[in-house]
C-alpha cells in the first residue's frame, strides 16, 4: 500500500533536549575504533579527558527523535538508511543543554516496484538558539513507491579518473558493533547473531552510521591530521554493509570539486560511495 504523502511531510517529530557527556564523546570515539593505539596523541584526545575533543561526526548518534517510521505510516520492515549528510556549525559543547528538531524536506516517488526516498533533517542547537549541527538523512523506502510523487533528484557525484590523493586504511574492531550501539542506536541486528542471520547477514553488521563515522576519520587523517576540528561537512552514500572486524580503505581526492572519497573493503566491495567533505 502506498504511502500517505501528507502524512509523512507533516509528521511531527519529537524535540529531545539533551546534554553530552565527557563520557558520551568517549564512548562515541571508541566506538569508531579511536585509541585502539593508546600512545597515538591524535587519538588520545577523543578518548581522554584531559583537553578533550568531541570527534566532529558524533552529531549523527545525538538527538535521535526514535523509531517514528510506523507512526508516520511507512514500511519499517523494508526500510534502509541510504545516505547521510553532516554540516558542522560548530564543535558539539560538553555539559551544555541541546535541542534536536527534526523535519521531513524531502520525498520522492521512484514507482510501485522500486520504491521511495525520504530526506530527513535534523538540526541541533543550543538553548540560545545557536546552531551546533544540521544533518540529512536519506532512507530508502523500498515498500512504499507509487504514490504519485516526483522523481529524486540525481547525484552528480562521478569517481575521479585518476590516481588518489591518498589511501587511508583503518581496521574495525571485531567489538565494534558492540562498543557503538551503547552510543544510541540498540537495534539487535547489530548484536543479535540470530537476528543478523533472520533477516539475511552472516552475522552482526556494523552501523551505517559508525561507517559514516570512519569516513571522517579518513579525510581528517588524509588532509587535516593535526586539526579534526577543520572538517565541517561530511556526506556519502551506504551500498553495501560492514562487518565487524572487516577493514575498510578509503580511496581519497583533492581537486576543484572538493575533497571526495569512497570506501570499500576488500578489492572491489565498496560499501561507500559519493563521499564529500569540506574543510575549513
Not at 581519497?252 to 560511495?273: P, S
Amino acid at each position: 500500500m502506498p504511502l500517505d504523502p501528507e502524512r509523512v511531510r507533516t509528521y511531527d517529530f519529537p524535540a529531545p533536549r539533551f546534554e553530552v557527556t565527557e563520557k558520551d564523546a568517549m564512548l562515541y570515539a571508541l566506538g569508531l575504533g579511536i585509541g585502539s593505539d593508546p600512545l597515538d596523541p591524535r587519538q588520545l584526545r577523543h578518548v581522554y579527558e584531559k583537553a578533550l575533543a568531541v570527534f566532529p561526526t558524533m552529531p549523527v548518534v545525538l538527538g535521535s527523535p526514535g523509531p517514528w517510521f510506523a507512526d508516520a505510516g511507512l514500511d519499517f520492515r523494508k526500510l534502509v538508511h541510504g545516505a547521510q549528510a553532516l554540516h558542522l556549525e560548530r564543535p558539539v559543547p560538553l555539559g551544555t543543554p541541546l535541542t534536536s528538531t527534526s523535519r521531513v524536506v524531502g520525498l520522492y516517488d521512484k514507482g510501485a516496484e522500486k520504491g521511495a526516498v525520504c530526506d530527513v533533517e535534523r538540526v541541533i542547537a543550543d538553548q540560545d538558539g545557536t546552531v551546533v549541527a544540521r544533518m540529512v538523512a536519506t532512507y530508502a523506502l523500498r515498500g512504499d513507491g507509487g504514490f504519485g510523487g516526483e522523481a529524486p533528484p540525481r547525484d552528480a557525484w562521478t569517481l575521479p579518473e585518476r590516481a588518489p590523493d591518498a589511501e587511508i586504511v583503518l581496521p574495525t574492531l571485531p567489538q565494534a558493533a558492540l562498543i557503538y550501539r551503547l552510543s544510541g542506536d540498540m537495534n539487535p541486528l547489530h548484536a543479535d547473531p540470530e537476528r543478523a542471520r533472520a533477516v539475511g547477514f552472516e552475522r552482526p553488521i556494523l552501523h551505517g552510521l559508525c561507517t559514516f563515522g570512519m569516513m571522517g576519520r579518513a579525510v581528517i587523517e588524509a588532509f587535516c591530521p593535526d586539526d579534526p576540528g577543520a572538517l565541517n561537512a561530511l556526506s556519502g552514500r551506504f551500498t553495501r554493509p560492514v562487518y565487524p572486524g572487516d577493514t575498510l580503505s578509503v580511496s581519497l581526492w583533492k581537486d576543484d570539486a572538493g575533497h571526495l572519497f569512497e570506501a570499500r573493503t576488500g578489492a572491489d566491495n565498496v560499501v561507500f560511495t559519493g563521499g564529500r567533505a569540506s574543510l575549513g
